[in-house]
């Protein structure tokens, strides 16, 4: 038995071996639907360098947000070069005073790099303990796969952070956007939130969801 695990073990070995010598990499062809594998992969013949490079990390203007933040994310559906790599990066600005409000990301851990400013970054975990701490220029903290998270601006003016995700395809779940973006009734959403339907339906309108 311990020799037939052995031997399937060094096919499975050989096998992933031979596949990465033949598949250097795997451009996502945009053109095409995703699946949940991810994108099908683009022709070599097709493939350029700019395939492999994201320009949009820059800083973006924060006064039209709710939440004075400006997120700027660097997936697949933008980042074709990522396809199968199990990678992807965002750039977080947030104004004095703004935040990042609760959400998750369902397919991958998250790392925050600090670069500029002050922020509180922190996590709920499913038996509610809380961790979280005020981050300064050089510190990092990672945020497990699909936990509760946020992030405040603590500081004075701007705070920047490079973000880096262990997925291409992280995906992201805002509570407020999934509360109140939606065409739920409103009493159906105080019911199960304890909120007053008047405060559901101006959150509702805020956020653009109906009923």
Do not use: W
Not at 60 to 84: E, H
């Amino acid at each position: 038995m311990n020799k037939m695990v052995y031997i399937v073990f060094l096919f499975a070995l050989l096998l992933s071996i031979v596949q990465a010598s033949v598949n250097d990499f795997c451009v996502a062809d945009l053109k095409l639907p995703k699946s949940n594998s991810g994108y099908p992969c683009k022709s070599p013949n097709e493939v350029t360098v700019d395939d492999f490079v994201f320009s949009g990390l820059v800083a973006k203007d924060t006064t039209n947000s709710s939440f004075g933040a400006a997120a700027t994310a660097a997936f697949v559906d933008n980042f074709p070069g990522l396809n199968g790599l199990g990678i992807s990066a965002a750039r977080l600005d947030l104004a004095e005073g703004g935040s990042f409000p609760m959400h998750t990301h369902p397919g991958g851990t998250e790392l925050i790099i600090m670069l500029q400013g002050e922020m509180i970054a922190g996590f709920i975990t499913s038996n509610n303990a809380i961790y979280s701490k005020t981050l300064k220029p050089g510190d990092l903290f990672v945020i497990p796969q699909g936990q509760m998270h946020f992030v405040v601006n603590s500081g004075v003016g701007k705070a920047t952070s490079i973000i880096a995700f262990s997925s291409e395809n992280p995906g992201v779940q805002i509570l407020d956007h999934l509360l109140f973006g939606n065409t739920l009734s409103s009493d159906i959403v105080s019911q199960t939130t304890l909120l007053d339907v008047e405060q559901v339906k101006k959150l509702k309108a805020r956020f653009g969801g109906s009923g």
